[in-house]
């Protein structure tokens, strides 16, 4: 037996002794134990139990081609043996790294030109956070430096990432957020929209924009930056109304418009990337998951000419980077990835096919006593519990609801995820006819149990 196979049959113990998880109360999961997941092929992962589950969930946001692709396995193996590693700081670059950034700006618009790596979405957080500031201050603008995110919004877990997003409970740990940054209302309809129509509600919250440029002072703003639609705050979908006037915002006030393509991007919606499907086209574009559909950490910033001009003309050295940047393993796998996206136009698959069948079988759980809106747009979905659909009402405890909705399809076979009061799926762009059926089919039952143990 190899020393692997030999840990595995202790590996719950070596795990509470050892491993410190990520959004995670320690104690509370090694009281429970954690789920060891140790093969994966498809659309499907298997527990050390040999369990055998349904992700819907494509990992976390990410497995956007499905598990088990030799070819990526391939490219990177191959890789790795011609140039484990080269950097890309001191006038040097590696064939996958420039080739990957050509091939991500063959299927951005046409002004998003320019990619500079990174490792995840958080470091891609930090990085287009400080060129935005570079990019004015060069441009002689040196007031202009705030930048404007939203309410329960994620941008991942570093100092800026979670500064950025608009999660208090994450604010509280650490002393953040870091000043210069300020966050306005979400489009969240259901919870916030009172008595105006989904429309009205739109335009409200996107005017919020103007509202916080003229409290802060247009001299003073550097930026705006908001998910398409936001992903771990609950698949919150904005009305029509919503992006057409951020973006004349935008423009009328000279504020770079930062789209946070790190779920959005990369086929979930049906176009290469979530700004596509709204029509329009940011000045930044954080970009990670599923560029390399999870197999191996690679992220970066789209930076458009305007941005990518001013850096090279005016600013000269961006003292920003990462040991890894466009890391050559990492950067063939994603070009493996890519391939993978475009030869099986998944994309396509999603905007044409699966997508509009996800769309209504998922819909049809809004007829459900305990759900207040079923919402979908390609392959992201979310279900909102509610005790009362009419009056939009909440549980009053949102968490445990979720958890215990998320907890009944996990024992059912299908993974999702729960965000508060919110059941949210997000599977690989592969997942077939059947499979949706089986996912909303599982979601049902575990509806049905909220509403026949639980009243409010
Ligand atoms: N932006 C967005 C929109 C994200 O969803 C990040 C940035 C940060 O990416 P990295 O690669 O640094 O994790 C994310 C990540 C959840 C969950 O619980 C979501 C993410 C990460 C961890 C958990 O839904 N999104």
Known sequence: MNTLA??????????????????????????????????????????????????????????????????????????MQELPYYNTFFGTTTPPATLLAQKIASHTGPTLNHVFFTNSGSEASDTWFRMVRVYWKA??????????????????????????????????????????????????????????????????????LEEKIDELGEENVAAFVAEPIQGAGGVIVPPDTYWPEIVRICKARNILLVSDEVICGFGRLGSWFGHQHYGFEPDLAPIAKGLSSGYLPIGGVLVSDRVAEVM???????????????HPVCAAAALENIRI???????????????????????????????????????????????????RSRYAKPDDIGTLVRNQCVANGVILRATGDRMLASPPLIISRAEVDQTVEVLRKGLDVLRDTHRD
């Open 139 to 208: 441009l002689g603008h040196e007031t202009k430096t705030m930048v404007i995110a939203r309410k329960n919004a994620y941008h991942g877990s570093t100092v800026a990432g979670a500064s950025l997003g608009g999660m208090k409970w994450m604010h509280e740990q650490g002393n953040l957020p870091i000043e210069g940054i300020a966050h306005i209302n979400q489009p969240y309809w259901f919870a916030e929209g009172g008595d105006l129509s989904p429309a009205e509600f739109g335009l409200k919250v996107a005017r919020e």
């Open 312 to 326: 090279r003309e005016e600013v000269g050295d961006f003292y920003h980077g990462y040991t890894y940047s466009g």
């Open 341 to 391: 996206i475009e030869e099986e136009k998944l994309v396509e698959r999603v905007r044409d096919d699966i997508g509009p069948y996800f769309k209504s079988a998922w819909a049809s759980l809004a007829d459900h006593d305990v759900v207040g809106e079923a919402v979908s747009v390609g392959l992201m979905g979310a279900v909102q519990l509610s005790p009362d659909k009419e009056k």
């Open 6 to 79: 030999v840990a595995s049959s202790n590996l719950g113990a070596i795990d509470a002794a050892h491993h410190l998880h990520p959004f995670s109360n320690m104690k509370k999961l090694n009281a429970e134990g954690t789920k060891i997941i140790e093969r994966a092929e498809g659309m499907h992962i298997w527990d050390s139990t040999g369990k055998q589950y349904l992700d819907a969930f494509a990992g976390l946001w990410c497995v956007n081609v499905g598990y088990g692709r030799q070819s990526i396995a391939e490219a990177a193996y191959k890789q």
